[in-house]
């Protein structure tokens, strides 16, 4: 089993950054691949970004540049830095571990509002 915790949402306002982090923790094996998925009220969960243990990234359209996604395998944990966010990007965001399953945190609120 692994489990999987996020950290860093919080209120913004348009324009502003965040930074997410993500901890994996219990029985993490090498070729796994994290990502962060949001759900906006009304929507459908929809990835954000990902990244494998040797760091290709794959990006929704809609981040068009935004946001960057890291990780550090020693540790693992995946960030994401988000930058000139909008209303629209409001919603629970939530990270992801997958190698032979898929794991799910509880998610963190992203509020983006003057």
């Known amino acids: 089993q692994v489990q999987v915790m996020e950290s860093g949402g919080g209120l913004v306002q348009p324009g502003g950054s965040l930074r997410l982090s993500c901890a994996a923790s219990?029985?993490?094996?090498?070729?796994?691949?994290m990502g962060w998925y949001r759900q906006a009220p009304g929507k459908e969960r929809e990835l954000v970004a990902s990244?494998?243990?040797?760091?290709?990234?794959n990006y929704g359209d809609f981040v068009k540049g935004r946001f960057t996604i890291s990780r550090d395998n020693a540790k693992n944990t995946v960030y994401l830095r988000m930058n000139s966010l909008k209303p629209e990007d409001t919603g629970v965001y939530y990270c992801?571990?997958?190698?032979?399953?898929?794991?799910w945190g509880q998610g963190t609120q992203v509020t983006v509002s003057s």
């Open positions: 992801n571990y997958q190698f032979r399953g898929s794991f």
């Open positions: 219990g029985s993490i094996a090498s070729g796994n691949v």
């Open positions: 990244i494998t243990s040797g760091g290709s990234t």
